[in-house]
């Protein structure tokens, strides 16, 4: 009998609400095989599926978010112009899910577990974030004209500079918020991030899917695990590294927050693709 697949290392590409895709896989494939990295690298909307996943209450959160997405609302609230805030809703509805979802429990499961690199981009410091912003996510689009999109690194054109921030570092719950916030920072959907006092902005715009520490440790002989979110269309391949991503489309937009039926396919894929990984392997 041969001996199941194990990785040093576990990548999780961004990708919005497509990110549920790996949320079932995770979860199909943990209850077939053990997955224990020596670490997690995240990206995105990707951090916040592996968060729950390692701190053990992908179930609970889940089955808020699709409690909320079933209420079928918009993503846009004209009413808070009144209030002097943005009408785009995602961003708030977001930290609050992230705040109801992570307590000091969760804290301390995640320190006792692999940790988690979550990978933000930081600003150079004479650059305000609105214009980080404006310039960054230009780029990307632009780089998506030009390219297939499978690896996004615009946001090095704009001199913005990967960061990683591991969970073992985190010193109190709304740290780990803000910087969960900050790795899916794509104004105007989502507010500049803001860690420690630092600008954040997504931390796909410089490297998406989470390459750089996946080919670090690569090159020293660990094999990798690469969950992309991108049905028919691959990242790089590398020695060592094994890629997989949904088995179908996910048509689920990014940033919906009412596309119940959406993010529930996405997951249900997820469950799917990952059960059929862990038999394989």
């Not at 600003?123 to 632009?142: E, H, K, V």
Request: with cysteine; aromatic share 8%.
């Amino acid at each position: 009998m041969t001996s199941p697949i194990t990785f040093d290392a576990v990548g999780l590409a961004g990708g919005g609400n497509r990110c549920y895709w790996q949320s079932g896989f995770l979860k199909a494939y943990s209850e077939h095989q053990t997955l224990n990295p020596r670490f997690y690298v995240a990206v995105s909307a990707s951090a916040y599926h592996g968060a729950m996943h390692l701190a053990g209450v992908g179930d609970r959160v889940r089955a808020s978010a699709f409690a909320f997405a079933e209420q079928g609302h918009r993503g846009v609230d004209w009413r808070a112009l009144r209030r002097r805030e943005s009408p785009l809703v995602a961003g708030k509805l977001f930290r609050q899910l992230l705040a109801d979802a992570f307590g000091e429990q969760e804290l301390a499961t995640l320190k006792a577990g692999p940790p988690m690199l979550i990978q933000l981009s930081g600003l150079p410091d004479w650059m305000p974030g609105a214009l980080g912003a404006l310039g960054s996510i230009g780029a990307y689009q632009i780089e998506k004209l030009l390219t297939d999109g499978t690896h996004s690194k615009a946001g090095l054109r704009m001199r913005l500079r990967p960061t990683w921030i591991s969970t073992h570092n985190c010193d109190y719950p709304g740290e780990l918020v803000d910087a969960l916030m900050a790795t899916s920072s794509v104004p105007p959907f989502m507010p500049v991030g803001r860690v420690r006092g630092r600008a954040y902005l997504d931390g796909g715009l410089v490297d998406n899917p989470p390459l750089m520490k996946l080919t670090e440790v690569e090159a020293k002989g660990w094999r990798t695990l690469l969950l992309t979110t991108r049905f028919g269309r691959k990242p790089p391949s590398a020695p060592n590294r094994v890629v997989v991503g949904p088995s179908e489309d996910l048509p689920v937009g990014k940033f919906s927050v009412g596309d119940a039926a959406g993010i529930r396919h996405a997951y249900e894929v997820g469950l799917r693709d990952g059960l059929a990984f862990a038999r394989s392997a």
